[in-house]
């Protein structure tokens, strides 16, 4: 069994990229790969990644519940509302540029 030096997932000794983070196992001249210096491994960009999402669904569900977008009374308090117009675009736009950072993550 042949490791990847990304992920450690054991991988056939026949394989030339891994079956759990995709990375290149062999280099171009037929050569094991010694592994290229990510930043982040591309398994801890994938965790980067669904951090990202969840905080960008977290910022979309304040908009919906809080943002008197359903069914529900709006909740009225005032501290409240004014954490709302703060948090919502914290949340969502912070989401997006985790999760545009995880991606970037995976290529550098």
């Known amino acids: 069994m042949k490791p990847c030096p990304y992920c450690g997932y054991s991988n056939l000794d026949s394989a030339t990229q891994c079956r759990k983070c995709d990375s ?3 280099s171009a001249g037929g050569t094991v790969y010694s ?3 990510h930043v982040l491994s591309p398994l801890h960009a994938k965790y980067v ?3 990202g999402l969840a905080v960008l669904v977290l910022g979309l569900l304040v908009k919906v519940y809080w943002g008197g977008y359903g ?3 709006v909740i009225d308090n005032p501290a409240l509302a004014h954490a ?3 948090l919502e675009p ?3 736009y912070g ?3 985790i ?3 995880g991606w970037a993550f995976k290529w550098l």
Do not use: K, M, Q
């Open 24 to 26: 290149s196992l062999v």
């Open 90 to 92: 914290l949340l969502i």
């Open 95 to 97: 989401g997006l540029a």
């Open 71 to 73: 069914p529900w009374p």
């Open 35 to 37: 592994g290229r210096r």
């Open 49 to 51: 990644r669904d951090r």
């Open 84 to 86: 709302r117009t703060w």
């Open 99 to 101: 999760y545009a950072l």
